[in-house]
Nanobody
Framework: QVQLVESGGGSVQAGESLRLSCAAS????????MAWFRQPPGKEREGIAR????????AYKDSVKGRFSISHDTAKNTLYLEMNSLKSEDTAIYYC??????????????????WGQGTQVTVSS
């Protein structure tokens, strides 16, 4: 059973940076699509960045492109999200998710098989 544990959230001022980590365990192979989702207060959960552990391919939603960077350390089995130039609209609970697919093709949360517990990111303007 895959388990995901996020860390690194917190409260920052607009323009500052944060790095989120997602420690993964229980993988049976390297063919997973890993993603970061976020859920702002009163809104639906949305995917913002995804990464294929098999191909190292990544993609971003326009709202974070150029500011956020997703990466994966295979040796540590950890997914990261480097967030720069944070804005108040980035305030949300951030979730790490994994899908049992070698290629990342979807942003739909229902297509992801495993989820972390979430970590709060609050950006003050």
């Amino acid at each position: 059973q895959v388990q995901l544990v996020e860390s690194g959230g917190g409260s920052v001022q607009a323009g500052e940076s944060l790095r989120l980590s997602c420690a993964a365990s229980g993988y049976t192979d390297d063919k997973y699509c890993m993603a970061w989702f976020r859920q702002p207060p009163g809104k639906e959960r949305e995917g913002i960045a995804r990464f294929s552990t098999h191909t190292t391919w990544s993609a971003y939603k326009d709202s974070v492109k150029g500011r956020f960077s997703i990466s994966h350390d295979t040796a540590k089995n950890t997914l990261y999200l480097e967030m720069n130039s944070l804005k108040s609209e980035d305030t949300a609970i951030y979730y790490c998710a994994a899908q049992r697919e070698a290629f990342c093709t979807t942003w739909d949360p229902s297509d992801y098989d495993y989820w972390g517990q979430g970590t709060q990111v609050t950006v003050s303007s």
